[in-house]
């Protein structure tokens, strides 16, 4: 597999791009997808999986989801988040760390407008993470909106749109037997990154 191998001056960003592109390649099952971990202002941790939707002209991973979901709440009241990529095929790993902001508002515009129209209503309904009384109903407010908007399109929800994530640290992992993995990290100082290999 043709990975690169962390080096001491490798550039986070870059380098997380070529292990994303090469798990790709080698066919691992949606590589975006990555566990986003939060926690109240009193520590309370949670997680759950979001996609990686590209990164912001900084280089911070984005992702999309309800600002007002349990995951946009917990954020606005403590923008911290952690990512994991795991591509259990290939035994690599890879976390991020940082603070969290929520994108521009015409960044939101312009990822929720390439999105299909099925996820575009159901971003428009969906009350996320809210107790609702059945699967159906949100099906026929789906439909119902589907009507009223005709051949207009689905003006994205105010409620809904991306955030951004500052890396901090980013550890790349290599997975080998006997518990003797690789684990590269890299800590932000500046505009620099200090680098240390770590113990498995
Ligand atoms: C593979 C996968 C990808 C997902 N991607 C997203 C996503 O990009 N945005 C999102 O809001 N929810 C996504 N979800 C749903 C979330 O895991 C979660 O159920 C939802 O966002 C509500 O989380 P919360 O209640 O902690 O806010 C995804 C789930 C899976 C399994």
Redesign the pocket.
């Known amino acids: 597999m043709p990975f690169t191998q962390p080096q001491p001056q490798s550039e986070p960003l870059a380098l997380f791009e070529a292990w994303f592109q090469a798990a790709g390649e080698s066919g691992v099952t ?1 590589p975006e ?1 990555m566990a986003l971990a939060t926690a109240t202002a009193d520590g309370r941790p ?1 997680v ?4 990686l ?1 590209g990164f912001t002209a900084e280089g911070h991973p984005r ?4 600002y007002e ?4 709440q ?1 954020l606005e009241h403590n923008p911290r988040a952690a990512l994991l990529f795991w591509w259990g095929d290939l035994a690599r790993q890879v976390r991020i760390e940082g603070p969290v902001r929520r994108v521009s508002p015409a960044a939101s515009d312009a990822y929720f407008a390439s999105r299909p129209r099925l996820s575009q209503l159901g971003a428009a309904v969906s009350p ?2 809210r107790p609702i009384a059945g699967h159906d109903g949100l099906l026929r407010q789906v439909d119902a909106l589907a009507a009223a908007l005709g051949d207009a399109p689905v003006p994205r929800p105010a409620h809904w749109g991306g955030y951004a994530v500052e890396p901090e640290s980013w550890e790349f992992w290599i997975g080998h037997d006997g518990r003797l993995h690789e684990r590269y990290q890299y800590t932000r100082r500046g505009d620099a990154w200090d680098f240390a290999l770590l113990a498995p």
């Open positions: 949606m997808a949670s759950r999986m979001v996609l939707k992702f999309f989801t309800n979901s349990r995951k946009g917990t996320q993470s």
